[in-house]
């Protein structure tokens, strides 16, 4: 997913996600709700940051459950920050992905 997310492909990125799926704040507000709210959440933002980049630092799995420590740029020299996020399945599906900034 960080390399279609990369890529800015948000089709081949909600490909892997349930129909239900939705990206949130950890334990909080849904911010991109269903498959079709992440596609246009993402398009928007590439549009905004073309050159946004994930780099990932970490990765954790424990069952349905993919935790990665991400160093996150918007732009090239740009001011990079880091996030955590935590992928939860559904099956082979993405079904929520909260995130801790």
Avoid: W
């Avoid at 596609?39 to 630092?57: E, T, W």
């Amino acid at each position: 997913m960080i390399a279609l997310y990369n890529a800015q492909d948000a089709d081949g990125y909600v490909d892997l996600m349930t129909e239900a799926a939705c990206e949130a704040t950890y334990r909080g507000a849904v911010v991109r709700e269903g498959r079709e709210g992440v596609r246009s959440g993402l398009k928007a933002m590439f549009a905004q940051f073309p050159h946004n980049h994930a780099g990932i630092l970490s990765s954790y799995v424990l069952g349905d459950t993919v935790v990665l420590h991400e160093n996150v740029s918007r732009a090239p020299g740009g001011e990079a920050f880091e996030v955590m996020s935590i992928y939860s399945f559904v099956g082979d599906k993405v079904d929520r992905v909260e995130f801790i900034r």
